[in-house]
């Protein structure tokens, strides 16, 4: 049994960082990719960004390309998603799932085990 937790969100002006945590427990996360998405008020769950096990493949979607950093410490169970240049739209609740398999593949697919998020928010 999986369990993720997420945390790192924040109140942070536009043009800042953050870098958001996840937290994985119960089982080891070694074998298997984790993505990041976020859901903004009023919006559709978005995806974000995608790492495969070994961390050699690495997803972003193109609204966060260039500013997003995904990465890995499988020592420690954890998963990172460094987020440079905030801007007011990057506002949302920020998941992180566990994948079915240890590529990331279709990115709404196998998203098998989810945290409960953390709050991101980009304003003056």
């Known amino acids: 049994q999986f369990h993720l937790e997420e945390s790192g969100g924040d109140l942070v002006q536009p043009g800042g960082s953050l870098r958001l945590s996840c937290a994985v427990s119960g089982r080891s996360v070694r074998e298997y990719a984790v993505s990041w998405f976020r859901r903004a008020p009023g919006k559709r769950r978005q995806f974000v960004s995608c790492i495969s096990d070994s961390s050699l493949t690495k997803q972003y979607a193109d609204s966060v390309k260039d500013r997003f950093t995904i990465s890995r410490d499988n020592s420690k169970n954890m998963v990172y998603l460094q987020m440079n240049n905030l801007q007011p739209q990057d506002t949302a609740v920020y998941y992180c799932?566990?994948?079915?398999?240890?590529?990331?593949?279709?990115?709404?697919?196998?998203?098998?085990?989810w945290g409960q998020g953390t709050q991101v928010t980009v304003s003056l």
């Open positions: 799932t566990r994948k079915r398999y240890s590529m990331c593949g279709p990115t709404d697919v196998d998203n098998d085990d």
